[in-house]
């Protein structure tokens, strides 16, 4: 079986899956989002040059300085979003396919990676900034294609980062971090990255180690692939063993007791879920991002509602969007239960507003930079509560993604973690209270405007008997439909 075969096959396996329309639907979002991400790389690739320019700085110095920034938001970016070289492998694995094919199949998919093609132009964008500087045409052609393969070793390194999360994790943070740190001046990393872009643009030889790192990279994720490319590693879980803990103090939610209990064990016992868990607790430093600006772009801007949503509504998003997403090992079975819908999806909301609870009294150290700023804070907390924890509700009925709990290699399921369908659905829940805020601070003061968008988020709870009858129905006509997505 050779290469152009694995393609067809992959092509029918398209062709005939359900929800062809919506596929191609989310197909045509992810290529706007895809589309704008082109042009933001392939601008800033020459816009750090004008930079120099208008800071009277050397251009190409500028851009030296700036290299590592680009190579670093390649490598997060593609983390999050870069899709695994997946193929159908378990029906390949019972035929007569050899697992070299299997695999180099596999790696030639992500050599065709949309990130690639990005890394390319801005190779070429590089390379034309570099020409009209007048720096030397041999050195600025070896220096781009050094700096190119650089990039495209991220499509290998990120392949196997994703399957060593406990490295991945902090090995992102710390990269992060100290390029915030740089950016605000606190500790200036560019200021030995700068000289090593200088030095790989001045030697030409430094083609070479850049060839072979990048050789080895590709080399480890065919070694890695080929080695745990086996029926058995597809199938087989790992047995673990949990903790028993009491939680009886939950009975005081009657009813719903149970449905707490359990949702709080998949909290904590498993790998998937605890991530979820500490990528909230990251989420309560977004607003960070503003504040040390010094520009003070978070006072008085409808950019604070973005900050506060994801300060107190991160667990809510990464949570709620994939009700009933989490149950999906088990969801058939569940359903053939005496289980009422509506106990079940009130107890996942319940959820919902208590991480948003925690969430909020979490973010009190905010009050170092202003009341002002910990008030709109808790002020879209409460809309999040009243209005964003439905909206999640409803977004998880259509996100019928099925999650391995046993598996860390994302946040979520098989797919990437904040992947592109997930962010158009979630459009709603950021862009409604953004429109909210800016209308009433264009008519109100700002201490009635967060008076007001309170009250409208305690409406949203007062209303809760009227949106989980929609949000019922919605999950009961959906429920075949998420059926056979979890067989």
């Excluded at 083609?207 to 745990?228: E, G």
């Amino acid at each position: 079986m050779n290469y152009k075969l694995l393609a067809q096959l992959e092509w029918k396996s398209f062709k005939r899956k359900g929800n062809l329309a919506q596929t191609i639907l989310m197909g045509l979002g992810k290529a706007y989002f895809g589309i704008c991400y082109f042009i933001i790389m392939f601008a800033m690739s020459f816009a750090v040059f004008k930079i120099g320019e208008e800071n009277n700085q050397n251009p190409v110095e500028t851009f030296f300085k700036y290299a590592i920034y680009f190579w670093v938001a390649d490598l997060i970016v593609r983390f999050f979003f870069q899709k695994m070289p997946t193929a159908h492998i378990k029906p390949l694995l019972v035929q007569n396919v050899r697992k070299k094919t299997i695999v180099l199949y596999s790696l030639l998919k992500s050599s065709f990676s949309f990130f690639n093609f990005v890394n390319l132009a801005m190779g070429i964008a590089v390379l034309i900034q570099l020409i009209i500087q007048k720096s030397d045409v041999f050195l600025s052609i070896i220096f781009t294609l050094s700096y190119t393969m650089l990039l495209l070793a991220n499509c290998y390194l990120v392949q196997l980062l994703n399957h060593v999360n406990k490295i991945a994790i902090p090995f992102l943070i710390i990269f992060s971090g100290l390029l915030g740190l740089d950016y605000f001046g606190y500790f200036e990393v560019t200021k030995y990255t700068q000289p090593v872009f200088s030095f790989l643009f001045n030697n030409f030889w430094t083609i070479f180690p850049i060839a072979i790192y990048l050789f080895v990279l590709v080399k480890s994720c065919y070694s890695f692939y080929f080695k745990n490319l086996s029926l058995e590693s597809s199938i087989v879980q790992k047995k673990e063993t949990y903790k028993y803990y009491d939680l009886n103090f939950l009975n005081r939610f009657g009813t719903l007791a149970p449905f707490l209990k359990l949702d709080l064990k998949l909290l904590t016992r498993n790998k998937r879920t605890r991530t979820v868990l500490f990528m909230s607790l990251a989420f309560l430093l977004y607003g960070l991002f503003f504040l040390v600006n010094p520009s003070g772009a978070f006072d008085g801007s409808t950019f604070v509602i973005l900050s506060g949503i994801m300060v107190t509504g991160g667990f809510m998003l990464m949570f709620g969007q994939y009700v009933p997403s989490w149950d999906s090992s088990y969801y058939p079975l569940m359903m053939t239960q005496n289980i009422p819908y509506r106990r079940y999806l009130e107890s996942k909301w319940l959820i919902m507003v208590l991480g948003t609870l925690v969430s909020m009294v979490l973010a009190s150290f905010y009050i170092y930079f202003g009341w002002n700023v910990y008030v709109t804070i808790i002020a879209v907390g409460f809309y999040n509560i009243g209005w964003n924890c439905y909206l999640s509700l409803i977004i998880g009925a259509y996100v019928r993604t099925k999650i391995d709990l046993t598996s860390n290699k994302n946040a979520f399921g098989d797919t990437k973690a904040f992947n592109i369908q997930t962010m158009l659905l979630s459009i709603p829940t950021v862009l409604a209270p953004m429109i909210i805020y800016f209308i009433l601070t264009a008519f109100l003061e700002f201490e009635i405007a967060i008076i007001v968008f309170i009250a409208i988020g305690l409406v949203g709870i007062l209303l809760k008997k009227f949106m989980f009858d929609l949000i019922e129905k919605l999950y009961k006509k959906q429920k075949y439909t998420t059926l056979k997505a979890y067989k």
